[in-house]
């Protein structure tokens, strides 16, 4: 395993930019796949305007800067290889 179990996701989010509700939504579908091997999912509102970034531990999964948004099981399989990889996510996978 990659990182250690039961560890903590970092939502980070411009409020400004109206980006809760897709920070929310992320947290949601990493809980959904995750829930055996997350401690928590944080969402942190940022005082800089444009922000969104997902962070496992120190590793940054995702920059909207850099990414854009990505899809939901884009950002699952990059916790996945991190979390637990070599494990199968399904329909996530094909």
């Known amino acids: 395993m990659g990182i250690n179990r039961k560890t903590r996701i970092e939502i ?10 897709r920070a929310a939504w992320y947290a949601q579908e ?3 796949t995750y829930s055996d ?3 928590e999912v944080a969402l942190i509102p940022s005082s800089d ?4 970034e997902i962070r496992l531990g120190d590793l940054l999964i995702m920059d909207r800067a850099s ?3 990505l899809e939901a099981k884009l ?8 979390l637990a990889p070599g494990r199968a996510l399904g329909h996530i996978d094909t």
């Open 37 to 39: 091997d997350l401690k």
């Open 12 to 21: 980070v989010y411009c409020p400004g930019c109206r980006w809760l509700a």
């Open 75 to 82: 950002v699952k399989r990059l916790v996945r290889d991190q």
């Open 49 to 52: 305007s444009g922000v969104f």
């Open 67 to 69: 990414d854009g948004f």
């Open 30 to 32: 990493l809980l959904t």
